[in-house]
C-alpha cells in the first residue's frame, strides 16, 4: 500500500549553514584573546607608572590568555598543522590570515616579557617585547570582531561597525578584573580605571550596534543569547562600580569586582556566540533584510529617489 504523501518545502528551513565552530573552543578563544590584548597595555602602562605586581600580573595574563587562546583555536582546527598552513601566506584582506600572523608574532613577545619579568634578567629584552606586545594589544583584542562579522551570519555580519568597540571594551573589563584579583590593591589603580572605561565602552557600544541592527538584532534577545547578555550587562556594571568606588582599594571588594568583571566579559563573548548561531539557523534574518535592501535601491533608482543607507 502507498503511504500518503506528505508535503514538504523550503520555508522556514534554514539558508546558511551554521558556523560548525564549537562554542567553548571559539568563543573562549574570542574571550582569552581579548583579555590578552588589554592585558599587555595594563601591563606596559604599569611598568611605565613604576608599579611592578601590576605589570607582573598583567604580563603573566596576557601570556597565560594568548596561551590558551591559541590552544583552543587549535583544538577547534583539530591538529596544530592546520594552524601553522595559516601561516604559509598573508593575505591582508583576509581577517583570518592577518589574526594568524599577528597572533604569531603576539605570542612569542608576551611569553618573553612574562619570563623576563618572573626571573628578574634581561630587563632590556623584557621591556622592549612588553613595549612590542602593547603595541599589537589592541588589535590582538578586537581583530576576531573583525572575523566574525566578516562571514555571512546575520546577527555578526550586520554588527560590523560597532561589533570591534564592544570587543575592546570587553578586553578591558576582563583585563582590569583579572588585575582586581591578582595584583595588591595599592597598585591597582589604572585597572580600576580601565575597568569603567572598558564598561562605558563595551555597554554603549553594544547599545547603539542592537539599535543599529533592526531586525538582526533580535537573536541578542532570545534564548540563551540572551540569558548570557543580561547577566554580562549586570555583572560588567557591578564590577566596574564595585572597582571604581571607595571599596575597590579593599582587597576583598577588589577582588569580587574582579570576578564579576572576569564572568561579565566572558558572558558577552558566549552571549554573541550564540546569538549569531540562532541567526544563522532561521532563514528570516537572512531573507527579510536583503528585501528591505532590493526596495531600497528600488526607490533610490525612481526620481527624486534618496540613495539607499549604506
Known amino acids: 500500500m502507498v503511504p500518503d504523501a506528505e508535503f514538504s518545502s523550503y520555508y522556514g528551513k534554514p539558508i546558511l549553514n551554521k558556523p560548525t565552530w564549537k562554542p567553548l573552543d571559539i568563543a573562549g578563544y574570542l574571550y582569552l584573546g581579548g583579555l590578552a590584548g588589554a ?15 601590576l605589570a607582573r600580573t598583567a604580563g603573566l595574563g596576557a601570556a597565560g590568555a594568548v596561551s590558551l587562546s591559541l590552544a ?13 598552513n595559516m601561516l604559509r601566506v598573508f593575505k591582508p584582506t583576509s581577517p583570518m590570515s592577518v589574526g594568524s600572523w599577528l597572533l604569531a608574532g603576539y605570542a612569542p613577545l608576551t611569553v618573553v616579557a612574562a619570563a623576563t ?3 628578574g634578567r634581561y630587563r632590556p629584552v623584557g621591556t622592549a617585547a612588553t613595549v612590542s606586545a602593547a603595541v599589537l594589544g589592541p588589535a590582538v583584542a578586537t581583530y576576531t570582531a573583525v572575523l566574525v562579522s566578516d562571514t555571512a551570519v546575520p546577527s555578526w555580519h550586520e554588527g560590523h561597525r560597532e561589533l570591534p568597540y564592544v570587543f575592546a571594551g570587553s578586553g578591558a573589563t576582563a583585563a582590569a578584573g583579572l588585575a582586581l584579583v591578582c595584583a595588591p590593591a595599592g597598585q591597582t589603580g589604572p585597572a580600576r580605571r ?13 547599545r547603539l550596534m542592537k539599535r543599529r541592527m533592526g531586525l538582526a538584532a533580535e537573536p541578542f534577545e532570545n534564548g540563551r543569547a540572551h540569558t548570557l547578555l543580561r547577566a554580562a550587562e549586570t555583572l560588567t ?20 569586582a574582579g570576578v ?14 550564540h546569538a549569531g548561531i540562532a541567526s544563522a539557523e532561521d532563514p528570516k534574518y537572512t531573507v527579510l533584510p536583503q528585501r528591505e535592501r532590493l ?3 528600488a526607490r533610490s533608482r525612481e526620481p527624486g529617489g534618496a540613495p539607499p543607507a549604506a
Open 72 to 84: 583552543a583555536l587549535v583544538h577547534d582546527l583539530g591538529r596544530p598543522g592546520r594552524f601553522l
Open 194 to 206: 580601565m575597568a569603567v572605561l572598558g564598561a562605558l565602552l563595551e555597554l554603549g557600544s553594544f
Open 260 to 273: 564579576a568583571l572576569l564572568t561579565g566579559s566572558a558572558a558577552l563573548r558566549f552571549g554573541v556566540f
Open 117 to 119: 619579568d618572573v626571573a
Open 39 to 53: 592585558s599587555s597595555l595594563l601591563a606596559a602602562g604599569a611598568r611605565a607608572t613604576a608599579r611592578p605586581a
Open 237 to 256: 556594571s557591578v564590577g566596574a562600580a564595585l572597582g571604581a568606588g571607595p571599596g575597590g582599594r579593599n582587597r576583598a571588594v577588589a577582588a569580587v
Open 295 to 297: 526596495a531600497a535601491a
